[in-house]
């Protein structure tokens, strides 16, 4: 599904450089879900700007699906931390947004969207405003207009730090519903140990350091487990996690 080769990035701060990845390369396979997580500053953000065609490597390449990445795509959904919803539209308008500026008819969207509504439990905010819902609320109608362009790649960074924990922990079995139902191939930035290994069927620990590294690629057969959380198997993978990035400095 998508893959990196050799790739280069580097900011340029007036006359210094900032690089962040020196030939790196990754590959991800099509349903898998991967959870990138690493210290502050590690360039986790700056992997999925990459993976979007928001940003352009310096060196190497990036494919999606057999095709170089040069811009954006438009199966590709990126939700970030701030939702990018329009406060001057109400739910039902944000989510059909994406369709709409395609210029889609709305007999032909309205039935799709309100089934993504139900389904994520907007149906009661429908003609609210983004100041009007709660944290939750936003994050799912960022969500639900990400699934109305029926993506084959979503990307989200850091898409439910700012929550609750309760309202964590039920998005967090949301997303992951969404993932086993959908089969969709994901790639999320969290800070959350648990976080990633609840919902990352693959868990790239990166490195602290002017360029980064992998330092532990862990594959998480049991993710999706019914009460997974609560099993000794779920601990042993926090743990590990924990240790790796404990190696490195944690930010
Ligand atoms: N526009 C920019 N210009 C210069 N340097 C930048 C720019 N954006 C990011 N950086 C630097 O690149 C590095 C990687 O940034 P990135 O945002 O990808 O980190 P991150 O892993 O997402 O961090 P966090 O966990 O804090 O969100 C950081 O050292 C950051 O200071
Ligand atoms: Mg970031």
Same mark, same amino acid.
């Given at each position: %599904?998508? =893959?990196?080769?050799?790739?280069?990035?580097?900011?340029?701060?007036?006359? #210094?450089?900032?690089?962040?990845?020196?030939?790196?390369?990754?590959?991800?396979?099509?349903?898998?879900?991967?959870?990138?997580?690493?210290?502050?500053?590690?360039?986790?953000?700056?992997?999925?700007?990459?993976?979007?065609?928001?940003?352009?490597?310096?060196?190497?390449?990036? +494919?999606?699906?057999?095709?170089?990445?040069?811009?954006?795509?438009?199966?590709?959904?990126?939700?970030?931390?701030?939702?990018?919803?329009?406060?001057?539209? +109400?739910?039902?308008? +944000?989510?059909?947004?994406? /369709?709409?500026?395609?210029?889609?008819?709305?007999?032909?969207?309205?039935?799709?969207?309100?089934?993504?509504?139900?389904?994520?439990?907007?149906? *009661?905010?429908?003609?609210?405003?983004?100041?009007? /819902?709660?944290?939750?609320?936003?994050?799912?109608?960022?969500?639900?207009?990400?699934?109305?362009? +029926?993506? *084959?790649?979503? /990307? %989200?960074?850091?898409?439910? &730090?700012?929550?609750?924990?309760?309202?964590?922990?039920?998005?967090?079995?949301?997303?992951?519903?969404?993932?086993? *139902?959908?089969?969709?191939?994901?790639?999320?930035?969290?800070? #959350?140990? =648990?976080?990633?290994?609840?919902?990352?069927?693959?868990?790239?620990?990166?490195? *602290?350091?002017?360029?980064?590294?992998? %330092?532990?690629?862990?594959?998480?057969?049991?993710?999706?487990?019914?009460?997974?959380?609560?099993?000794?198997?779920?601990?042993?993978?926090?743990?590990?996690?924990? &240790? /790796?990035?404990?190696?490195?400095?944690?930010?």
């Amino acid at each position: %599904m998508i =893959e990196i080769s050799h790739c280069d990035l580097a900011y340029v701060l007036g006359a #210094s450089q900032v690089k962040v990845y020196d030939k790196f390369s990754l590959k991800v396979e099509q349903g898998e879900s991967l959870v990138l997580i690493g210290p502050s500053g590690c360039g986790k953000s700056t992997l999925l700007y990459l993976l979007a065609g928001l940003l352009q490597p310096t060196g190497g390449e990036i +494919n999606i699906r057999g095709e170089r990445v040069i811009g954006t795509r438009q199966k590709t959904a990126f939700i970030l931390q701030e939702y990018g919803l329009f406060p001057w539209l +109400n739910v039902e308008q +944000n989510v059909s947004l994406g /369709l709409r500026v395609r210029h889609m008819p709305k007999k032909i969207y309205q039935e799709a969207v309100s089934e993504i509504i139900h389904k994520m439990g907007l149906w *009661d905010v429908l003609h609210h405003f983004p100041s009007q /819902l709660s944290g939750g609320q936003r994050q799912r109608v960022a969500l639900a207009r990400a699934l109305t362009l +029926n993506p *084959d790649l979503l /990307l %989200m960074d850091e898409p439910l &730090s700012a929550l609750d924990a309760l309202t964590r922990e039920r998005l967090q079995k949301l997303l992951l519903e969404i993932w086993q *139902d959908q089969k969709l191939t994901t790639v999320l930035v969290t800070h #959350s140990i =648990e976080e990633a290994v609840f919902l990352g069927s693959r868990i790239l620990v990166l490195a *602290d350091g002017r360029p980064t590294h992998v %330092m532990g690629d862990i594959l998480n057969p049991l993710v999706g487990q019914s009460s997974y959380r609560r099993t000794p198997e779920f601990f042993q993978k926090t743990s590990y996690v924990r &240790s /790796l990035l404990e190696g490195g400095k944690v930010g």
